[in-house]
């Protein structure tokens, strides 16, 4: 499973490093060390909360982007015989793309991995980070 650093979780979730850290102090959401001693943060530990914190209405501004690009943790893939659904939390942004089950497969997509979903007209395309 893949792990975060305090950085790149906050900028996943669109938010300063301080107010991870200070989430990660209170016991808001659960960090380890690595082998170096920083702090890390589990992928799928990260998706929950960025769903959880998304829920109740984050006070944070929107994160945008002037090319529709949004940064996000997936945060649930559903498979079906032939399609497939994959839903990102990009900050306060919950995204969900319908592709095939083929493109998930050879992306390699899973819940608390690093992706971004591009927005153009009705299309949502995933890039694996």
């Known amino acids: 499973m893949q792990s975060y650093t305090i950085g790149r979780a906050a900028r996943l979730l669109g938010v300063s490093p301080d107010t991870v850290r200070r989430w990660a102090d209170s016991g808001r959401i659960p960090t380890e060390r690595d082998e ?35 940064p996000g943790i997936i945060t649930a893939v559903k498979l079906g015989d032939v399609a497939a659904q994959v839903e990102i939390q990009a900050g306060p942004h919950r995204l969900v793309s319908l592709l095939t089950r083929e493109a998930v497969e050879e992306l390699g ?19 694996r980070v």
Request: no cysteine; proline share 2%.
């Open 109 to 127: 997509l899973a819940v608390g991995m690093e992706a971004v979903a591009r927005v153009k007209a009705t299309n949502v395309h995933i890039d």
């Open 36 to 70: 170096s001693g920083k702090r890390t943060i589990e992928g799928a530990d990260l998706a929950t909360f960025a769903a959880a914190l998304a829920a109740d209405g984050n006070e944070q501004e929107p994160y945008t982007s002037a090319r529709n690009a949004f």
